[in-house]
């Protein structure tokens, strides 16, 4: 089961949406192409089917992840120092000391920042920080070895 917050569960959404609503423009495209006559060799009517079947493919991904996804929330039985997916949070390099801000996502949104690194609750970071609490030493094995990190804080935005 794959958790996600609710800003993706909700851009989940809106992508499903956008998709569905695209449907009559793909039948009309594909009439219309229809209409031109030999099938066999027109263009027109192939590509629309070929949008047809990419568009109804991801409308199935879309649906299938969001109906088994775990939205994890805006919870009160979740305690304010233990981070959970949607949690900004400060970590130390115990190492180095040097500090970073971190976001705990359950899909990478593809916007970078300097000030916050988004992380997967897939990757290694991201396993190692779900239900970590503030304090606590954790262990991340990256494939330039094993570092450790302290979390300093979890940043209320």
Do not use: C, W
């Amino acid at each position: 089961m794959e958790m996600i917050s609710p800003e993706e569960k909700q851009k989940l959404t809106d992508q499903l949406e956008e998709l569905k609503s695209r449907r009559p423009e793909i039948s009309r495209r594909i009439a219309e192409a229809r209409e031109l006559g030999d099938l066999k060799e027109n263009a027109d009517y192939h590509a629309a089917r070929e949008d047809q079947g990419v568009m109804e493919a991801r409308i199935r991904q879309l649906e299938d992840r969001l109906s088994k996804a775990m939205v994890m929330g805006d919870d009160a039985s979740v305690p304010t120092d233990m981070v959970f997916l949607g949690a900004t949070v400060k970590l130390r390099n115990v190492d180095n000391e040097q500090e970073m801000l971190y976001r705990l996502v359950g899909e990478a949104s593809g916007v970078f920042s300097e000030e916050i690194i988004e992380v997967t609750s897939s990757s290694p970071m991201g396993s190692s920080l779900m239900r970590a609490r503030i304090g606590e030493v954790i262990r991340v094995d990256l494939p330039r070895g094993v570092r450790r990190f302290e979390v300093v804080e979890i940043v209320i935005e």
